[in-house]
């Protein structure tokens, strides 16, 4: 059964300029004709908390993709990393496909078929690539058929067609290498899940007709795949001392980041020598998502251009700092190893931006600065071990409770 919650349609792409000369072929029947405007288009993820597939808002289908296309491959315990496409007809669309099919003698049925494209190929038009479109385009009903279709009588029968779960790792590969995605386990997987690609299209290809070609060129709707935050700290600048390193930052012109509701604050990364963690893995929890956070035992790649291991957070070297932070001492380091570090700005979605800016320094025993032993910290003028600032609470709380009994 389909289940919709607050269908909200997003919006088709303009029509094609191409499509308004006679050499557009479109299927008709007399005066009536398959319009763009005879369907729309939507998403939905599973909530495993109602145990359904739910439509998503456009703040949802911003930020949802970004973690979803790393989700670990075959994951269908609650569907986390995949997506449904959803479309329905407008009123008198049926009505409108039964009269294309009976007139255009497709068998009856007649196809519909979901495409994700590549390098800006039109998934509908059999001649916009040279080779084929199987080699730009990928079938997301079956990646390894090309031609893999559901009747369009479905519209007849139901308010809409839902597709089977898609990998949305599937969309974001596809576009890398569509070729290989008729290659089980190839495009469905977090491979690439490093590469940041923003916007895929999908194409609906809707035949009616007995030819090779769909009755339109413009059936698609562009998906963000990537919600990135869109700034990132800039002029990082990493001070030795001893045991230790101070990092300051500061944010671009014009970029507030407290007064952006969405932004949730900054997070220190940091490595010793050319990639060796500083800190036992599980000290600073990350407060935003990637493929290593969601599937740590799965083998990813490596973006050649991606310090600390594409933020694995074994390199974490601070807890989340709030917005307001623009300086954060490192402590219990050693000396005269050089290390060095990044500042990457989280939002509330769990989304992370570049690291614009990686410093180096090398802590030293010359350098005058007290010693604090491991996991150190200083933000905006305090410092001290994690451990110890829980302890010196401690001490504070019962200090004002005997003071409370004394005046009693």
Known sequence: MLRFTGLCLLTLLPMSASLLTPSAAWAQTGDMLLSASDFSFSFESYDPGQKAWVQMDATEQRYF??????????????YSGHVKIVIQPATGTAQKLQALLAANSAGGSGVGRLYAGNNGVDCLVP??????????????????????SFPLTVFETQRAYESPPIPVSLLFNSLANPVSCSVSGTCDSTAACATTITTQT??????????????????????????????????????????????????????SPVADSSFLGVQILCQRQADTQVFPFGTYAPAFM???????????????????????????????????????????LQNGLPYGVGV???????????????????????LSEPRYGGGGCEVDGIHGRPDMLAGLLVIGLLAARLNHRHRR
């Open 65 to 78: 993709f970004n973690r979803a296309r790393c989700e670990c491959e075959g994951e269908v315990t609650n």
């Open 127 to 148: 001649t916009a690539s040279v080779g084929g479109l199987s080699n730009f385009c990928t079938n997301l009903l079956n990646p390894g058929d090309f031609s893999a």
């Open 202 to 255: 999908i194409w609906f290809w809707a035949q009616t007709n007995s030819s090779s070609s769909p009755d339109r060129s413009d059936l698609s709707v562009a998906l963000n795949l990537v919600g990135q935050v869109p700034f990132a700290p800039a002029q990082v600048v990493a001070t030795a001392s001893n045991e230790a390193i101070v990092v300051n930052w500061t944010w671009q012109a014009g970029i």
């Open 290 to 332: 990637t493929s290593t956070t969601l599937c740590p035992d799965a083998t990813l790649a490596t973006s050649p251009n991606s310090a600390f291991g594409n933020l694995d957070p074994r390199y974490l070297c601070s807890g989340l700092l709030p917005a307001t932070t623009t300086s954060y001492r490192i402590t219990g």
């Open 344 to 366: 990457v700005a989280v939002d509330k979605y769990g989304n992370f931006s570049d690291i614009s800016d990686i410093a180096y320094a090398t802590p030293s025993s010359a």
